[in-house]
């Protein structure tokens, strides 16, 4: 009987945990998930609350209820892991004995780690729609904003989904425009980046959408001060930005108890991590899926799935001595909410930048383009997550590794 256990119920515990489920019976593996709450939160829908296309309640479902018959569930905070015993420790001081631990903690927001970003103003005209509540209090601010300076600012990376901020940036000019008050609403998005995304012709083709919504966009602006009682946004290079209402981003780390595991995490608590395999490469017998990995690639839902894919054959191979697979290329596929109900998308890897076309192949969804068609497949998404993603179901056309076909080439784009 082997003994798995996967610390963190979110996306990629969840579908790690069904998955090998499937792959074996309750007889060969215990498979245990340990976590801090029961309330498991469709994160992609976070950034529809403040424009009220969507609650916090209608986006978020019990954990447990995610995990098919057979894994075992704890509701309680890791306190830490012992790499020596194999051991991880729980709040309530017991342990769990594993021969595989799947690390899949996510990261954690680290707003207080900005001077002032939690002082005075914040929840009244600082917020981030990153958690529930800041998403749900930030459609209340936005409902009465109807004229000043609105700045979109992500302090630094790595964060979650780094094209959520760009959305938001987008779906606030349409939300702006709907209401009328578009004229009388200066937007600008503050980035640490040195364009508007990271690969160079993503960042030209989202760069041209903000120039055309409009929408300022001000690069390698790194927060040092949040000053929500005189409105303004200071970089470390002292630049400011004023604002009226200012929707941050916070800085993002590993979990808190990654850190506190002697030898288990980086200086941010993310799991160093084979960038192939998913074997992290503190010890043989750890396993790392999502945002709590340290890999060169977006902290990313669609990210997590694919790495669930081999990872989980990864495990099966690990527990039966046999040589891990090596195939894991680094694929991220995500669909940017442009507003005006169209949406772009994009889909690269640790090798090949998000590039035109069509996805999965010649024919399909149109790449680095927006489209209504990208927009249902977005919206659609949140049904797949339920319903395929996290119960751990093979999609079709959407596998872990990245397709080519129907993509053309840089020189070309
Ligand atoms: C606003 C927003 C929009 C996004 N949009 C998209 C999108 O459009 N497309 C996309 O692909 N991705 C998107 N993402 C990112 C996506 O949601 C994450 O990348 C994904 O959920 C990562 O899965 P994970 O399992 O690594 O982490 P999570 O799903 O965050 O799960 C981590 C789990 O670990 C638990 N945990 C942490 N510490 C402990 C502890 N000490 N003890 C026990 N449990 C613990 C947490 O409670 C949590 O349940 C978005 C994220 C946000 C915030």
């Known amino acids: ?42 994160q992609p829908g976070l950034l529809f609350v403040p424009f009220g296309l969507t609650q916090p309640e209608d986006i978020s479902r019990p954990r447990g209820r995610q995990l098919h018959a057979g894994i075992g569930y704890r509701t309680t905070g890791v306190d830490h892991v012992d790499l020596g015993r194999h051991e991880v420790v729980l709040g309530d001081g017991s342990a769990l004995a594993y021969d595989v631990l799947v690390v899949a903690t996510g990261a954690v927001l680290a707003p207080e780690e900005t001077e002032g970003l939690t002082g005075p103003g914040w929840m009244e005209r600082v917020f981030t729609f990153y ?58 998005y503050a980035t640490p980046l040195d364009a508007a995304f990271t690969t160079p012709v993503a960042a030209r083709r989202l760069g041209g959408l903000l120039a055309e919504r409009g929408i300022a966009l001000e690069t390698e602006f790194n927060t040092g001060v949040v000053d929500g009682a005189a409105g303004r946004l200071i970089s470390y290079d002292d630049r400011e930005i004023p604002f009226d209402l200012a929707v941050v981003v916070p800085a993002h780390n590993g979990a808190p108890c990654i850190a506190r595991s002697t030898g288990l995490g980086d200086v941010l608590g993310f799991v160093p991590t084979d960038q192939h395999t ?65 949406a772009m998308l994009i889909d690269f890897n640790y090798d090949v930048e998000p590039l035109p076309g069509h996805f999965p192949g010649p024919v399909g969804l149109p790449l680095m383009q927006d489209s209504r068609l990208n927009h ?3 919206l659609m998404f949140q049904w797949i997550y339920w319903h395929s993603l996290l119960p751990g179901r093979d999609l079709p056309g959407l596998h872990s590794a990245m397709p080519t076909a129907g993509k053309k080439l840089a020189v070309d784009a």
């Open 376 to 378: 249902l497949g977005k």
């Open 1 to 42: 009987m082997h003994r798995i256990v996967i610390l963190g119920g979110g996306t990629g515990g969840t579908l790690t945990a069904n998955r090998l489920r499937n792959a074996y019976s309750p007889d060969d593996a215990e498979i245990t998930v340990v976590d801090l709450d029961d309330r498991h939160v469709y």
């Open 131 to 188: 958690t529930p509540e800041g998403a749900a209090g930030l459609e209340t601010a936005l409902d009465s904003f109807d004229h000043g300076r609105l700045v979109v600012n992500v302090v630094e990376m790595p964060i979650k989904c780094p094209v959520a901020p760009l959305e938001f940036c987008f779906l606030a000019d349409w939300f702006l425009r709907q209401r009328g008050v578009r004229d009388d609403v200066e937007l600008t």
């Open 278 to 342: 998913l074997q992290s490469t503190v010890a043989p017998e750890v396993f790392v899926v999502g945002d709590a990995a340290s890999l060169p690639i977006s902290k990313a839902g669609s990210v997590t799935h694919f790495e669930g894919e081999v990872l989980v054959e990864n495990v099966r191979r690990f527990l039966a001595g046999q040589p891990l697979d090596a195939s894991y290329d680094g694929h991220a596929n995500c669909f940017i909410e442009t507003g005006f109900h169209r």
